[in-house]
């Protein structure tokens, strides 16, 4: 089983639809927990970021994580072709315990207009 | 601020030879990292590095070498490609981020894409 597991979709919406996009995992010991976009063709940029439980907005984008179920997601209201990209989670443990990241797999999302 | 900026973009090997991605940041990071990208495997670590003149292993380090003589550069090398080495590889560096409460947040370059003929 991997650590982190997304649906890969693809996902095709229509412009201003809001999108949900999901994440689960089964190390007990993450904390912080990432959403990275990334561009056809580009590098993946830091579009999120949330520590342990809870929720974060951030303009249309709002950030979920679930630390008893083990799932996270993030939800784009008002969607916008400008989000086409491929999502990807990620998700590290403690600096002072490791240094290391997982990923999701992504999950791809066209936003048609 | 250049960020990571990673060397060559494209580049296209025979099986047997030898080159070496080059990776440079400049923002005194002192975590860097190597991961490749292929399709429906997501992100995987080749190799990382907490400071100069330490490196470590990742999830699929066979066929690949690196180095870290200083803190900006984080070269790697291919000994002797063969095509399952082709893919997209990307660099990363990261520091804690005191405003996010202490956590590592990775920045990635752009890429290079790797052929293997």
């Known amino acids: 089983q991997k650590e982190v597991e997304q649906d890969p979709g693809p996902l095709s919406v229509p412009e201003g639809a809001i999108v949900s996009l999901n994440c689960t995992y089964s190390?007990?010991?993450?904390?912080?927990f990432m959403w990275y976009r990334q561009y056809s063709r580009k590098g993946p940029e830091l579009l999120m970021y949330?520590?342990?439980?809870g929720n974060k907005e951030d303009g249309r984008f709002t950030a979920q994580v679930d630390k008893s179920s083990k799932y996270i997601s993030l939800f784009i209201r008002d969607s916008q072709p400008s989000d086409s990209a491929t999502y990807l989670c990620?998700?590290?443990?403690?600096?002072?315990?490791?240094?290391?990241?997982?990923f999701g797999t992504g999950t791809s999302l066209t936003v048609i207009p | 601020n250049a960020g990571v900026t990673q060397t060559p973009k494209f580049q296209v090997l025979k099986t047997g030879q030898s080159m070496t991605l080059q990776c440079a940041q400049d923002?005194?990071?002192?975590?860097m990292s190597w991961y490749r990208q292929d399709p429906g495997m997501g992100l995987r670590l080749i190799h990382y590095?907490?400071?100069?003149?330490?490196?470590d292993q990742g999830e699929v380090p066979n066929g690949y070498n690196v180095s870290r003589s200083t803190t900006e550069d984080f070269p790697l090398r291919l000994l002797s490609a063969a095509p399952s080495q082709t893919s997209v590889y990307f660099c990363?560096?990261?520091?804690?981020?005191?405003?996010?409460?202490?956590?590592?947040?990775?920045?990635f370059g752009a890429g290079s894409r790797l052929t293997v003929l």
């Open positions: 923002m005194n990071h002192e975590y």
């Open positions: 990620a998700m590290s443990v403690p600096p002072d315990t490791g240094n290391q990241f997982y």
């Open positions: 949330t520590y342990s439980s």
């Open positions: 590095s907490v400071g100069a003149g330490i490196t």
């Open positions: 990363a560096s990261s520091s804690e981020r005191a405003e996010l409460r202490g956590a590592n947040v990775l920045t």
């Open positions: 190390n007990s010991a993450f904390q912080y």
